[in-house]
């Protein structure tokens, strides 16, 4: 004990920094330490020294030793006669030996060493495999001979301060007590990556909580009862469904069944910790066991859909969907307090739903006034293993998770590892030690926990349902299960993996092993176990025989934020006029063209602002930009909330937006939008506008579940090019377009797509409007090609001025947004105006007898073929502008067309043959054209061939393109065409 009391005195009272002020002096002068201490200094490395910091506090910058002086000697005691003596001081004890120490010290830093490697590497030896196959390797990290101790030393007792943490009570144990517990703590069922976080706290808060031990008397009775309770009804469901429902793909949780009682442990954990919504979102296996175990969907509902049945009442149309891609929602009672749970709808493409389901969370929250804390809404995502490993989009959802436009107080990620993916292994699968690495990215907290232990499981999930309360932080909880089937019930998985089945096979479930322990523990019979079982099996057959005449009566999705709105496939009428006074748009006018008198805006913002006051000053030249505002602003006022992100999105790519002004002198944020009038009662609603990570897939995503969660703000997401949502392409598909039939799940998103042929190249010019064409049908969608600020104005309020919601795809301008002709004035705005489909022609012709062509188009090219027709002085080709081209207005297209019974009509566009709007409007066209009765009933295409690139990249080579299918249209020759005729 001589060492230890040694050590003990060195890192005590007065003497605590004593070690790290020798190492601080040594550092600065070799020379000035005791020789004693320099091999124990020169054999320290790296991680020694911040093992050491760890345990003392101490900062390791190097620094000069300084040798305080003697203190002055104590005055004479009051009352003492001059010259009188001072009581003798007590002789201050020997200076500790330092041979002594250093040997104590050496013994203390190299079990910290150990302690330490524990905590960063002890997962590696975790037995978190439940079939016994992934048998972990003997890693020398946590060898104490590695660390000098041989077997003479492992009952010696070793100083170790503050460095055990909570492990072990006192300052000393024997190094077989350390290895005790250090193993108990990080190499049981749960294994813990924590020390990869830079942030002290929280890296502090998981170790207490993993070393304290406490979760392995945590549970008492009833919550033991509890989980075996959860573990019943989650596999007597899916038993229920194998033996009613053979060989039907249900993608079941067998091998997984803890899943359930960590999905109870996360909500009921932050129930009680003031959450009111939780918003899951989960790809297909194990979903029909959430759906009824967790959500509380009725049995008989689930088994109704077994049978074939609809989801959604007769009266609403749709597809519909498979039943494991469906979701619902419900209000549950959790520690005395109503919390609503809903399951977000999804397709097969796994991990697509992730930010759907943050954007909902991020709006709950929003619509709670959670703006600063945000604790109030829970995003809780279900993951496969290979899923999480494999797709990129699990790193855009993490990525976003602390930006300022899209953080929701943190997200919990439960990984359901099924150690394969369809048949792939994890060699095969991810290039990482698990699965779940991608999440050290954005310093999450991961812990992997055997799925074959429910209170290992359950313990881990409060605890980061905890952690997400205390830190506003993802945390990541991979249970390592395993899938008793193959990828469905009717797959042979053994194909593939024949010696994981076989051990599969000769697995007890998770339940029956469970209920095993607790028989041993005194805590439920055996008797009462099969009685529980039996008796959800009974329930779950009643609900079986109840399906056969369920039927949903009613839709539960326009209710809370949706009430008032109609239901899905439900839109008909013509729109209502979304024009303004006057004095609003003045009022909103003003707002965009001021800044604060201490505002230091940049000179060329300046210009543009006295330019916006000049515009509405005189009412006309309202370019795109200030149309956008001026729809924005009268919505404010009106109530209603607008949210933009995109990347760039606050100055607009173009540097046509300027919504967020910044001082050029302290870079303060202004936003004049925000500052109409103040806010409150008779104030206005805020404009939030985002520039956002350099993601696409993740943050359309997002903006789409923030729609879904808030009808009542206006939603938007702005491509930088047109082409970028390329790769957004799944969220475009699985949601937006098709989300509404499938799942009656409506939206009113609004996506801005830079479109426009301008020499540009391949990249920079088509927003591929022909893909979005392609997928609209049954009103699902809106796509636009506006030509004029005033319809873009109106375009974006009917988006909250309809009593319905659909998405809307605006093919937006690039070089329109500063052109001469390609503006509007503020009549055009005004009380009684509308959005227009269709734009006839404006010019005065001499008469509709005399037009002998008409060319139809959409966007830019129509101030192309203006300017071209006004240049050669033609006065018998008339120009009309489909603004909006689905859905399709056949009706308002008549009109504008039936005078000119004699004329020939054209289609124009600048996009290649095979791309843009031609073979959407070919036959359309052609419909109304024969309804009519003209002479010509075929359009005639004008425009560039078919390609297999959307434009060239070589600017001469463009302009000859150009001009060739605008004179084309106009039905002129070339300059030699004519010459040589």
């Known amino acids: 004990m001589a060492g230890v009391d040694l050590l003990q005195t060195a890192f005590s009272g007065a003497n605590a920094a004593y070690l790290a002020d020798l190492y601080a002096r040594w550092v600065s002068d070799p020379g000035s330490v005791d020789p004693s201490f320099v091999a124990l200094f020169e054999a320290m490395d790296e991680e020694a020294k911040a093992v050491l910091q760890d345990a003392s506090g101490a900062s390791w910058a190097p620094r000069r030793f300084e040798i305080e002086p003697p203190p002055p000697p104590a005055p004479p005691a009051k009352g003492a006669a001059p010259g009188t003596k001072e009581p003798a001081r007590p002789i201050p004890a020997a200076a500790p030996d330092p041979r002594a120490i250093r040997a104590a010290a050496d013994d203390s830093l190299r079990a910290m060493q150990l302690v330490r490697a524990f905590r960063v590497r002890g997962h590696l030896d975790a037995r978190l495999d439940p079939l016994g196959l992934q048998i972990p390797k003997p890693h020398a990290d946590l060898d104490p001979a590695t660390y000098g101790f041989g077997p003479g030393d492992l009952d010696r007792p070793i100083y170790l301060g503050r460095a055990m943490g909570s492990l072990l009570s006192g300052d000393s144990a024997s190094m077989n007590q350390i290895l005790g517990a250090l193993r108990s703590a990080y190499c049981g069922p749960v294994g813990v990556e924590f020390m990869h976080i830079q942030d002290p706290a929280k890296r502090l808060w998981v170790q207490s909580r993993i070393e304290s031990g406490a979760w392995r008397n945590r549970f008492n009775r009833d919550d033991k009862h509890r989980i075996l309770g959860q573990l019943t009804e989650a596999e007597g469901f899916e038993a229920f469904c194998q033996k009613r429902y ?72 749709g597809s519909g969907d498979v039943k494991y891609h469906l979701g619902t929602s419900t209000d549950v009672e959790i520690a005395g307090r109503t919390v609503h749970l809903s399951l977000q709808p999804n397709p097969s493409h796994l991990e697509a739903v992730d930010p759907v389901v943050v954007g909902k969370v991020r709006a709950s929250q929003d619509n709670a006034g959670d703006t600063q804390n945000r604790r109030s809404a829970l995003g809780v995502l279900l993951h496969g293993d290979a899923a999480f490993a494999g797709q990129g989009l699990v790193y855009e959802t993490m990525a976003m998770s602390q930006l300022i436009g899209y953080r929701t107080g943190g997200t919990i990620h439960l990984v359901v590892n099924n150690q394969i993916g369809f048949t792939t292994v994890s060699a095969h699968a991810y290039s990482g030690l698990y699965c779940t690495d991608v999440a050290k990215a954005v310093q999450c907290p991961i812990l992997h926990v055997n799925g074959d232990e429910p209170e290992a499981v359950v313990f881990c999930a409060q605890l980061c349902a905890e952690y997400r309360q205390e830190f506003g932080a993802d945390i990541v909880l991979d249970i390592v299960c395993y899938r008793r089937h193959g990828h469905n019930e009717s797959d042979e998985p053994a194909f593939t993996q024949p010696t994981m089945y076989k051990a599969i096979r000769a697995r007890p479930t998770v339940r029956t092993l469970y209920a095993e ?109 200030t149309g956008e505002a001026l729809a924005f602003g009268t919505l404010l006022l009106e109530g209603h909330r607008v949210r933009l992100s995109g990347e760039d999105c606050q100055r607009g790519t173009f540097s046509q937006r300027h919504a967020v002004l910044i001082d050029q002198v302290n870079q303060n944020e202004y936003v004049p939008l925000n500052n109409i009038r103040s806010r409150g009662a008779g104030g206005q609603a805020g404009i939030e506008i985002y520039n956002s990570l350099l993601s696409e897939f993740g943050v359309l995503g997002f903006e789409y579940g923030y729609s879904l969660a808030d009808p009542k703000s206006l939603v938007l997401w702005e491509a930088q090019f047109g082409d970028f949502a390329n790769g957004a392409q799944v969220i475009i598909d699985q949601f937006i377009a098709s989300g509404e039939s499938k799942w009656l799940r409506a939206s009113g998103l609004v996506l801005l797509l830079p479109h426009g042929y301008e020499g540009q190249g391949p990249e920079h010019s088509s927003a591929r409007l022909e893909r979005y064409l392609q997928l609209c049908a049954e009103d699902n969608i809106q796509v636009c090609n506006i030509t004029t600020p005033a319809n873009y104005f109106h375009a974006l309020r009917r988006q909250l001025k309809r009593d319905y919601r659909k998405p809307l795809v605006v093919m937006t301008p690039k070089s329109l947004l500063r052109h001469k002709l390609a503006v509007s004035t503020l009549a055009d705005m005004e009380a009684g105006t509308s959005f227009r489909t269709v734009i006839g022609e404006t010019d005065e012709l001499g008469g509709d007898a005399r037009v002998r062509r008409v060319v139809l188009c959409s966007g830019k090219v129509y101030y192309d073929l203006v300017a071209e027709r006004r240049e050669r002085g033609l006065n018998d080709v008339a120009i009309a502008r489909l603004e909006q081209i689905y859905p399709f207005d056949d009706a308002e297209l008549a009109r504008v067309l039936a005078p000119y019974t004699n004329a020939e009509v054209v289609w124009c566009q ?62 002129v020759r070339a300059e030699a065409d004519e010459r040589a005729a």
């Open 910 to 971: 600048e996009e290649p043959e095979n791309m843009g709007s031609w073979s959407f409007v070919d036959r359309r066209i052609e419909a109304v054209l024969r309804r009519l009765g003209l002479k010509h009933n075929r359009p005639v295409y004008a425009g560039r061939v078919a390609a297999a690139s959307p434009a060239t990249g070589l600017a001469r080579t463009h302009a000859t393109e150009q001009a060739a299918l605008v004179r084309d249209a106009l039905g």
């Open 517 to 625: 322990r607790l028989a041993r523990e005194g805590v439920v019979s055996a008797e009462e176990a099969q009685s529980g079982w039996d008796a959800f099996q009974n329930t779950l057959d009643e609900a079986y025989k109840a399906a056969q005449g369920y039927r949903p009566n009613k839709a539960d999705w326009f209710e809370g934020r949706w009430a008032g709105l109609r239901p899905p496939n439900a839109a008909s009428g013509a729109d209502q006029p979304t024009g303004v006074s006057d004095d609003t748009l003045q009022l909103v006018g003003r707002a965009l063209g001021t800044v604060p008198s201490d505002f230091n805006a940049n000179p060329k913002i300046t210009r543009q602002l006295e330019a916006k006051l000049a515009m509405m000053s005189s009412g006309e030249n309202i370019d795109w930009a």
């Open 246 to 317: 053979v060989g039907t793909k249900r993608f079941g949780l067998e091998g997984g069944e803890t899943t359930i009682p960590a999905l109870h442990a996360i909500i009921e954990q932050a129930a009680r910790d003031g959450v009111e919504s939780v918003a899951i979102g989960m790809p297909h296996r194990g979903r029909l066991n959430t759906l009824v175990n967790v959500v509380r969907k009725p049995y008989t509902a689930i088994f109704s859909e077994f049978a074939g049945a609809s989801f959604k009442p007769d009266d609403i149309q």
